[in-house]
């Protein structure tokens, strides 16, 4: 495969498939289709969705040229060197079992890889007896700007950590999983303190508010804040040397330094302004693909991998489970 083309297979045809490109600006890329037809050596050869007609329009507007319902029959007709799983997530851990089955070179999962923490072990496991590349798209994890902070954090450029604040809307698993990813992605060992207020608690997913803690940052509080008010995901760093703020999704990224305060001068306050820092985010997908490809050939290592994803799952099937016996709010 290091220097053949590698044919790609795109399993569900919603937004993350390919719609919120057909909505978004001509430079950003935030589907799987869009970043497959700007990486290199990459040829879309068909999709599946489990509607015909849904297949055909999207393989219509993004030029692939096989469309169709069934797995299996597309599976042999394409041998798919990659592909990509954007179906419901009940779908994801039956439709890497069938892949598995066909030797696919490598699998790029939509989030979170299930509801299930033992069939997504499951999953993994039978990649890896395989020898099958498994990745599950956070894709926060490969943004560069994002990877860059990290590393600023870590290394102190912005003084020690005091305080870490994540609103999420949604579920946890659905939504809030994105920034438990990213900051075990920054700083490593994210461990549950104290449960502190649950919204509302099913079998798959929660939205509750409760505090953590890591190796980089001792105090982290999560808040849910509910979709029927709007959507906010964003996150806020309290830093000795000021604030770091990721915005409408991490779309908007602002530093506000602290300063010697006016009126009382022995004190220190942040900034009336803030400084607005370069974002990547809207090109974090193409980075995905391109690190998916290069792996496939041998020339880099996953920046983000299916152990990495387990143990965001597992994180948040912690949570969940403490959840279902917590009280709901009034």
Known sequence: ???????????????????????????????????????????????????????S?????????????????????????????????????????????????????????????????????????????????????????????????????FGAIELIRVLYSKGLIHNGSHFVSLLEHWFENLRMQQLLAVRSSSRKDLQADFTATCSGATRIIFQNIPESAYILNEVECFCEQGRLELRRDGLDVLWTERHQDALL???????????????????????????????????????SDAARALQTLRFCVGVRSLGRNWRKYD
């Open 1 to 55: 495969m290091s220097a053949s083309r590698i044919k790609a297979l795109i399993i569900g045809c919603g937004n993350i498939a390919g719609g919120y490109d057909l909505r978004g600006r001509k430079h950003e890329v935030w589907s799987h289709v869009k970043a497959y037809s700007l990486t290199r050596g990459v040829d879309l050869v068909g999709v599946i969705d489990t509607s015909a007609h849904v297949a």
């Open 265 to 303: 001068p022995q004190d220190r306050a942040l900034s009336g302004s803030s400084k607005r820092l370069p974002v990547t985010l809207h090109r974090a997908m193409l980075e995905v693909t391109k690190n998916m490809v290069a792996t496939l050939r041998g020339k880099e290592k996953l920046k």
């Open 57 to 157: 329009k999207f393989a219509k507007i993004w030029g692939a040229p096989f469309s169709g319902t069934e797995l299996v029959p597309a599976l042999r007709k394409l041998n798919p060197d990659l592909v990509s799983i954007c179906s419901p997530t009940e779908t994801h851990v039956p439709i890497i079992k069938t892949l598995c089955r066909f030797g696919i070179g490598g699998i790029l999962c939509e989030k979170p890889l299930s509801y299930d923490l033992r069939q997504a072990e499951q999953a993994i496991e039978i990649c890896q007896k395989k020898g099958i590349l498994l990745a599950v798209n956070y894709q926060r994890n490969w943004d560069r700007q994002l990877n860059r902070l990290g590393q600023a954090m870590r290394e102190g450029e």
